[in-house]
């Protein structure tokens, strides 16, 4: 995939099923997600060390199995240095699945996560899986930076029951990402 490289790859944890790709979630130490699929944020004009143009990010995903360990998560990841500085993501807290940023109650195990961008400026919006509509869960702005990747990501937080050695995380899949210019 031209203008995608891999960030801690696991092959064994990933796979491309009918045209999707599937990521395993893992246990990491903060910061290490393993198999973060990243590419630069290349896309904006900067003038004067500031971001031109407006943008939409978005991408479809979700579990394939209702998460088990607490704070597993999937979505998209905005990273500056290989440190994640914003994220929009399906997430499994206390056996309940929301989304973050705003911990938004939801009853899907995941759905489309869309980020409109304006220069610095940001509106992150969610749709749970089967319905069209979206819903605003943060606006606010973020210090880009023309180093700044964005990440399609997945990784989950201690197994529950630590007495199945066994127990392996929850494959979360992606089914489109797409980054659509919208005005300059």
């Known amino acids: 995939m031209p203008g995608w490289e891999w960030l801690r790859g696991n092959a064994p944890c990933r796979r491309f099923v009918n045209n999707s790709l599937e990521i395993l979630t893992e246990p990491f130490s903060s910061g290490e997600a393993r198999n973060a699929l990243v590419r630069p944020l290349n896309f904006f004009r900067w003038q004067n060390g500031t971001a ?89 702005r973020i210090n880009s930076s023309p180093n700044d990747r964005i990440s399609l990501q997945c990784w989950g937080g201690q197994v529950e029951d630590s007495s199945d050695e066994n127990k392996t995380g929850q494959w979360a899949r992606f089914r489109y990402f797409r980054v659509e210019k919208l005005c300059e």
């Not at 440190?83 to 938004?104: E, Q, S, T």
């Not at 980020?115 to 992150?124: C, D, Q, Y």
């Open 52 to 140: 031109v143009g407006s943008y939409r990010i978005e991408t479809e995903c979700y579990f394939l199995e209702k998460p088990t360990a607490r704070n597993q998560q999937c979505g998209v990841y905005w990273m500056q240095n290989n440190r994640v500085i914003f994220k929009l993501v399906f997430a499994n807290v206390d056996g309940k699945m929301y989304v973050y940023p705003g911990k938004v109650p939801i009853d899907t195990p995941g759905g489309r996560l869309r980020m409109t961008v304006v220069g610095r400026n940001v509106v992150a919006e969610f749709a749970c899986l089967n319905e069209t509509s979206f819903q605003r869960v943060y606006e606010g």
